[in-house]
C-alpha cells in the first residue's frame, strides 16, 4: 500500500506579490546599469552627481529587494 503525502505549504499570504516586486526591482537595477553603462558611449560624461544618484539608486533597490525576500527567509 502507498502511502500519500501532502507536501506542506510552505507560502505565506502576500508571497507572490513580494516575489514580483523584488524581481521588478532588480529589473529595474539591470535596465539603470545598462544605460549607465551606455552613456559614455554616447559620448556624455558622467558628473560626479551622476555616480552618487547612481549608487545611492543601485544601493537602495537591492536593499529593498533583500527585504522584500527576508519574509519567505523566515517563513522557512
Avoid: Q
Avoid at 52 to 63: D, N, S
Wanted: proline share 3%; charged share 15%; glycine share 6%.
Amino acid at each position: 500500500m502507498i502511502a500519500k503525502t501532502e507536501g506542506i505549504k510552505m507560502d505565506f499570504k502576500g508571497a507572490t506579490f513580494l516575489y514580483t516586486l523584488a524581481g521588478l526591482m532588480i529589473t529595474f537595477a539591470g535596465f539603470s546599469a545598462l544605460l549607465l553603462a551606455l552613456r559614455p558611449a554616447a559620448g556624455a560624461k558622467l558628473s560626479l552627481l551622476d555616480r552618487y544618484l547612481a549608487k545611492t539608486v543601485m544601493t537602495h533597490i537591492f536593499v529593498l529587494t533583500a527585504a522584500a525576500l527576508l519574509p519567505a527567509l523566515f517563513a522557512l
